[in-house]
C-alpha cells in the first residue's frame, strides 16, 4: 500500500541528496525539475485513487518518539489533497523558472525549494500535532536561506521580520500544542483527533495567532511585504502560492475541528478582520508603485477573504475558501513568476519604468492579462466560482457582510486593471521604451504556462475540484457549524 | 587506628580511568617534549573511551554507594561521565590542529582530563563535601585551561577572572554548606533531607544556607545576576575549551544544582523555587538581550549560553519525572549544539588568523560551505527549529512547564526565543553576505581535517538527536530516576 509519506519523502531525500553531492549546475537543475515532476505525478495518482467520502486516507501511523508519545500519523483528505496537488504544481514551476534564471549555486537553492516543497506536504498531511508543527516551522529554515542567499538588497530586514513573525506565532502554538499533547487523557498523545474540543480559550488562540500570521490576516501580515519584495521570484511564488496557503488551511484542517466551540464563539472576530484585511489590502494594493507590491497587497487581501471564507463557518464558506485557496496559490505564484521576469528582463519592477510592454510582446500580454482577468474574478473564471462561493457564504451570514464583500471584490478588479494598464497599455517609458523586444518565451513560459493553463482548466471544468474537496471541507466543518447553530 | 573505607573499585573506574590518563600523560609529556601533542590526544581519547566504556558497563548495575556513602553511582552518574567524555573528545578534535598543542599538548589533555574526572565526581557526589572537592578539581583545572594561551592578554584576563569569581563562588558554597552542617549535623545530601523534612523548613539558619547554596551553584552556572565572569572568560579563553565550557560545564553545574536542590533540598523548595523563577525569567530575557548588542562571537555566544542557562532553570524549578527528564535531556542536547559552533569559530579564526567577529565573517559562508550550514543548524538548533535536537530539549522543557501548571514561563521562554533569533539571525547574515567575499582561504593546514571531523560529528549528533530522539528520551528518563524527584 503506497501511503502519502512517500510524497514527503521523495522531495526531502531528493533535497539532502543534491545538498551533499556536488552536482555540475545545469545537472542539478534538472534533477531537481525531475523529481519534482515525479511527485507532481505521485501526486495525480494520489487524485485518481482518491475517495471523496471516505474521510482521510493513504494513512500511515507508526510510533516515532516513543516516550514523548509522538506518532508519525499523515494522512489527507480532499482539502489537504487539493493544497499538495497546487504544491507539487507550483514547487514545479518555481523549479523551471530556477533553471531559466539560472541562479548560481542552483543545486542549493533548487535543495531548498524541495526541501520546502516536503515540509510543505507534511503540514498538509500531518494528523499529528508534532509532525504538523515540524512542518508548520521547520519549513522557515529552507525559506530562511533562500532568503538571505538569494535574496533582493533588503533582505536582511526581510528575513528578520519573516522569521521574527512567524517564529513567535509557531513557538506560542508549540505551547498549545504542548498542552494537548500533555494532558491528554492514557498518557501523552499528540494525534490530532485525540485533541479535539479538549482545549481551552488560550490554546485556541495560541494557534489562531501562529495561523493568523502565516496566512497572514490583518493585522499580522508586517512580514509580508518586505518578505515578497525581497525573495526570488520563484521563492516569491512558493511564498505567496503556498507557504501563505499552509496557514489558511491551518485555519480550515486545524484549529476549526479542533476547537469547533471556540471557533463558534470567536467566529466574528475573524471576520471582522478578515473583512478589514481585504478591504485594507486590496485599497493598498491599489496604491502600490511596482508589481510585487500590486501581487503581495493583493494577496494579503485574498487571504483575509480566504479565512473570512472559513470562519463563515458553513459548508459554502468552506469549500469556497478551499477552491478560493487553490485559485489564488496559481494566480499569485504565477503573478510572481511574470513580475519577477519583467524585472529580469527590464531591471526594474517599478511602473514608472514599464509601460507599453504589450506592444511586440504577444505571449506576454496574453498571459498577464489571462492571469489579471482571473485575479479579478471575471465570470466563467475559477476564482469567480470561488469567491461567488464565499460571497454567498457571506450574505447567508449577513446581508450586510455580503455588501460589504462585494465592495472588497469590486477593488481587486480596479487593482488587477490598473496593473495591467501599467505594464501593457501605457506609454513605452522610462527603461521598458530602450529595450530589446523579448517576449516571454521558452524556459520562462514554460515555467508559468502551466500554472495558466490549470487555471483555465479549473474554470472549465471547477467540479473536478470541487466534488472532491465538497465532503471533505463539509466534515471539516461540520462540528463548529453544529456550536454556531448553522 | 583510622578504618579505611571500602572502595568499589569498579564503580569508580570511569573516574579513575581519566586521573589514571591524566597523571601518566603529565609524567610522560616530560620525557617526550615536542611530540607532545600526538601522543597527548591519543592518550586522552583512550581515556575518554575508557571512561565511557565503563561508565555504559555499568549502565544496568544497581545504584550503589561507595567510599563510605561520599559517591553515589547511579545513572545519573553514568550518563554525565558519558557525555562529559564526548565533550572531552569532540574538544580533542578542535584542539588539536591548535598552536599551543604543539608546544604543551600533554598538558593541556591532562588538564582537560582532570576537569572530566571532577565532572564525573559532582554527578556522583552524594554531600557537600565530595561536591565541594569535585567542583574545585575541576574549576581549578579549568582556569589553567582558561588561561592556557600564556602569550594572549585575553586568556590570562580570562582565566584570571574565572578564577577569582569562581573562587568566591565556592566560598559562598562552602559558607551555604557549613550552615546545614550546624543545624543538621550533616554533609551527606540524605541525612540533611531526613533531618530538614522532620524538622521543617522555618529554620533561619537553614534558610540562610539554602540562599548561599544557591548563588555559589548560581556562580557556577552563570545566571544573572552572577553571569558577570561568562562572557569575559569565554571571549579570552582559547576557543576549543570555550566550547567545552558552555557544554560539559553547564551539565556539571546544572546537576550538582539539581543533586543538592532535589535530593537534598526538596523540603526548602519554597525558599529556593520563587528565587529560581525570578533568576531564570531576568536570566532567559537579558542574557539574550544582552547577546544582542555584541559583535563579537564569542561573546555573543557567551551570553547566549547565559540565556541558555536560564531555561534550563525551568525543569529544575518543575522537578518532578518530567522536569528531571527535561533537563538531562536539554543538556545533552545542548552539548553538541554549543561544541559544535564554537568549533566552526575555531575554523574561522585560523582561517582569519584573528577574533571572530560579525564584520570578519561577512561572506565567509561562501569559502566554507560545510562549516557555514553546519553553523546554520547550530543556530537554529540554539533557538529549538524543528529537526535538531535543540528543539526536542526546548519541547521538553516546556513540556514540563506546561505540565507542571507554569505554562506561563513557558511564554516567557517563547519571547526570549524570538529574541535570540535577533542574533542568530545576524550570525547568519552576516556568513552568507554577498557583498563581502571573505577571500581569506587558508591552506590545509594539520589539524584541520579532525576540526571538520568534529564539525560534521556534532551536525550529525544535532540532526539524528533532532528526528529520532526516542533512545536518548529514555536514557534521560532513566537517569532522571536516580533524582528522588525523578522517580
Known amino acids: ?486 | 587506628m583510622i578504618k579505611v573505607p571500602d572502595v568499589n573499585w569498579l564503580a569508580i573506574a570511569p573516574m579513575m580511568t581519566l586521573m589514571v590518563g591524566a597523571f601518566v600523560l603529565l609524567l610522560l609529556a616530560s620525557f617526550i617534549r615536542g611530540r607532545d601533542r600526538g601522543l597527548g590526544t591519543v592518550v586522552g581519547l583512550i581515556a575518554l573511551l575508557a571512561s565511557a566504556g565503563f561508565a555504559i558497563n555499568l549502565w544496568s548495575e544497581p545504584a550503589t554507594t561507595t567510599m563510605a556513602g561520599a559517591l553515589q553511582i547511579d545513572q545519573l552518574t553514568q550518563v554525565v561521565t558519558v557525555l562529559i567524555a564526548g565533550c572531552g573528545i569532540l574538544t580533542l578534535l578542535v584542539a588539536f590542529g591548535w598552536n599551543r598543542m604543539r608546544e604543551n599538548g600533554g598538558e593541556f589533555v591532562a588538564l582537560l582530563l582532570l576537569i572530566a574526572a571532577g565532572m564525573d565526581l559532582i554527578a556522583a557526589s552524594n554531600s557537600f563535601v565530595t561536591l565541594f572537592v569535585a567542583l574545585e578539581l575541576f574549576s581549578l583545572s579549568l582556569y589553567v585551561l582558561c588561561a592556557f594561551d600564556g602569550k594572549s592578554k585575553a586568556s590570562l584576563e580570562s582565566g584570571f577572572k574565572y578564577l577569582v569569581l569562581g573562587t568566591i563562588g565556592s566560598m559562598v558554597l562552602v559558607y551555604g554548606a557549613a550552615f546545614f552542617y550546624g543545624a543538621t549535623g550533616s554533609f551527606g545530601f540524605e541525612a540533611i533531607n531526613t533531618a530538614l523534612s522532620k524538622a521543617g523548613s522555618g529554620d533561619a539558619l537553614v534558610i540562610l544556607g539554602t540562599v548561599l547554596v544557591l548563588i555559589g551553584l548560581a556562580f557556577k552556572i552563570g545566571v544573572m545576576p552572577f553571569h558577570m565572569w561568562v562572557a569575559d572568560v569565554y571571549e579570552g579563553a582559547p576557543t576549543s575549551v570555550t566550547g567545552f565550557m558552555s557544554a560539559a560545564t553547564k551539565i556539571a553545574a546544572f546537576v550538582a544544582l539539581a543533586r543538592v536542590l532535589l535530593d537534598a533540598l526538596p523540603a526548602m523548595r519554597d525558599t529556593w523555587a520563587p528565587a529560581l523563577i525570578i533568576i531564570a525569567v531576568v536570566t532567559m530575557i537579558l542574557g539574550n538581550i544582552s547577546a544582542l548588542v555584541q559583535t563579537n562571537l564569542k561573546r555573543m555566544l557567551a551570553y547566549a549560553s547565559v540565556g541558555a542557562a536560564g531555561f534550563g532553570l525551568i525543569a529544575i524549578i518543575l522537578g518532578g519525572a518530567a522536569g528531571t527528564r527535561g533537563l538531562i535531556f536539554y543538556l545533552a542536547a545542548y552539548a553538541p549544539m554549543a561544541i559544535g559552533a564554537f568549533a566552526v569559530i575555531s575554523l574561522h579564526e585560523r582561517d582569519h588568523k584573528g577574533i571572530a567577529t560579525l564584520d570578519s565573517i561577512r561572506g565567509w559562508g561562501f569559502d566554507r560551505p560545510v562549516a557555514a550550514v553546519s553553523m546554520v543548524v547550530f543556530l537554529l538548533g540554539f533557538a529549538g527549529f524543528p529537526l535538531t535536537v535543540g528543539f526536542i530539549g526546548k519541547f521538553v522543557v516546556l513540556g514540563s512547564a506546561v505540565e507542571g501548571n507554569h505554562a506561563w514561563l513557558g511564554v516567557v521562554a517563547v519571547v526570549a526565543s524570538v529574541v535570540s533569533l535577533g542574533y542568530l539571525l545576524r550570525i547568519i547574515l552576516a556568513m552568507f553576505d554577498r557583498g563581502a567575499k571573505s577571500g581569506v582561504m587558508m591552506a590545509a593546514a594539520p589539524g584541520m581535517g579532525l576540526l571538520n571531523l568534529a564539525i560534521v560529528l556534532c551536525l550529525a549528533l544535532v540532526l539524528v538527536g533532532g528526528i529520532l530522539p526516542g533512545l536518548g528520551l529514555d536514557w534521560a528518563a532513566d537517569a532522571a530516576k536516580s533524582l528522588a524527584a525523578g522517580r
Open chain 1, 1 to 486: 500500500m503506497i501511503t502519502i509519506s512517500i510524497l514527503i519523502a521523495v522531495p526531502a531525500i531528493a533535497a539532502v541528496v543534491l545538498l551533499v553531492v556536488p552536482f555540475a549546475r545545469q545537472a542539478a537543475g534538472y534533477l531537481a525539475l525531475l523529481v519534482s515532476l515525479a511527485v507532481l505525478g505521485g501526486v495525480i495518482g494520489f487524485i485518481y485513487r482518491f475517495e471523496p467520502s471516505a474521510g482521510y486516507q493513504f494513512a500511515d501511523n507508526v510510533s516515532w518518539i516513543e516516550p514523548l508519545g509522538v506518532r508519525w500519523h499523515v494522512a489527507v483528505n480532499g482539502v489537504s489533497l487539493a493544497m499538495i496537488a497546487v504544491t507539487a504544481l507550483i514547487t514545479t514551476c518555481a523549479l523551471g523558472f530556477a533553471l531559466w534564471a539560472k541562479r548560481d549555486r542552483s543545486h542549493a537553492s533548487a535543495a531548498l525549494i524541495l526541501m520546502t516543497e516536503a515540509f510543505l506536504f507534511l503540514v498538509f498531511a500531518a494528523r499529528d500535532l508534532f509532525a504538523f508543527y515540524v512542518g508548520f516551522e521547520g519549513m522557515l529554515i529552507p525559506l530562511l536561506v533562500l532568503l538571505v542567499v538569494w535574496g533582493g538588497a533588503g533582505r536582511k530586514f526581510a528575513t528578520l521580520q519573516v522569521i521574527a513573525y512567524t517564529a513567535f506565532g509557531a513557538l506560542l502554538m508549540l505551547l498549545g500544542i504542548l498542552y494537548l499533547g500533555l494532558t491528554a487523557p492514557n498518557g501523552p498523545n499528540f494525534d490530532m483527533a485525540a485533541a479535539i474540543g479538549r482545549g481551552g480559550d488560550w490554546v485556541f488562540f495560541a494557534f489562531a495567532i501562529a495561523f493568523a500570521i502565516k496566512s497572514p490576516l490583518f493585522p499580522l501580515h508586517g512580514w509580508v511585504l518586505p518578505a515578497y519584495r525581497e525573495a526570488s521570484p520563484e521563492v516569491a511564488a512558493v511564498l505567496s502560492g503556498v507557504a501563505s496557503k499552509a496557514g489558511a488551511f491551518a485555519f480550515l484542517a486545524v484549529l476549526v475541528p479542533l476547537f469547533p466551540a471556540q471557533a463558534a464563539t470567536y467566529a466574528w472576530v475573524f471576520i471582522a478582520l478578515g473583512t478589514i484585511g481585504f478591504l485594507w489590502g486590496s485599497l493598498l494594493a491599489f496604491r502600490q508603485r511596482d508589481g510585487r507590491g500590486v501581487v503581495a497587497y493583493s494577496s494579503i487581501a485574498q487571504m483575509s477573504f480566504i479565512v473570512l471564507g472559513i470562519f463563515l463557518l458553513s459548508d459554502r464558506g468552506a469549500t469556497g475558501a478551499t477552491f478560493q485557496m487553490v485559485n489564488h496559490a496559481l494566480v499569485s505564484a504565477a503573478l510572481f513568476l511574470v513580475v519577477g521576469w519583467l524585472e529580469t528582463q527590464v531591471g526594474s519592477g517599478s511602473f514608472s519604468q514599464l509601460g507599453g510592454l504589450a506592444r511586440r510582446r504577444p505571449v506576454l500580454a496574453t498571459v498577464s492579462i489571462i492571469l489579471g482577468m482571473a485575479a479579478l474574478a471575471v465570470p466563467g473564471s475559477s476564482v469567480f466560482a470561488s469567491e461567488f462561493l464565499i460571497m454567498l457564504g457571506a450574505f447567508e451570514y449577513h446581508w450586510w457582510l455580503g455588501v460589504i464583500v462585494s465592495l472588497g471584490v469590486v477593488l481587486a478588479a480596479m487593482y488587477m486593471l490598473r496593473w495591467i494598464s501599467a505594464i501593457l497599455h501605457d506609454r513605452e517609458s522610462g527603461l521598458a521604451g530602450t529595450l530589446n523586444p523579448l517576449d516571454l518565451k521558452q524556459g520562462a513560459l514554460m515555467a508559468i504556462l502551466p500554472l495558466v493553463l490549470v487555471l483555465i482548466g479549473l474554470s472549465i471544468v471547477p467540479a473536478q475540484l470541487t466534488d472532491r474537496v465538497d465532503a471533505s471541507a463539509q466534515a471539516l466543518m461540520s462540528a463548529a457549524a453544529e456550536e454556531a447553530g448553522r
